[in-house]
Nanobody, 117 residues
């Protein structure tokens, strides 16, 4: 049974911080590329951050670079997204994603992040 469960969202003022967590089970977490996506109302879902399974590579969307940090704890099968200096434009539903192969992909249920101005 594959599960990805997000937590840590909520309401925060502009300039504040939140840390999202995605606890997973049912697959070999250390072999998975883990990512965070987000989708704001009326907009397309966009890739926010990636933590690759090989080489410790991370990457970020230009809009969050320098403010967000993705990290992972393979012992806990959990990936995190630390979000600092939050802006109202960061308001969205955030989704955790796991990829093992081109045909093996799973998504979390999504969690709301709201940033007030």
């Amino acid at each position: 049974q594959v599960q990805l469960v997000e937590s840590g969202g909520g309401l925060v003022q502009a300039g504040g911080s939140l840390r999202l967590s995605c606890e997973t089970s049912g697959f070999t977490f250390s072999n998975a590329d883990m990512s965070w996506y987000r989708q704001a109302p009326g907009k397309e879902r966009e890739l926010v951050a990636v933590s690759a399974s090989v080489g410790g590579t991370t990457s970020y969307a230009d809009s969050v670079k320098g403010r967000f940090t993705i990290s992972r704890d393979n012992a806990k099968s959990t990936v995190y997204l630390q979000m600092n200096s939050l802006k109202p434009d960061d308001t969205a539903v955030y989704y955790c994603n796991a990829v093992l192969t081109r045909s093996w992909r799973y998504w979390g249920q999504g969690i709301q992040v709201t940033v007030s101005s």
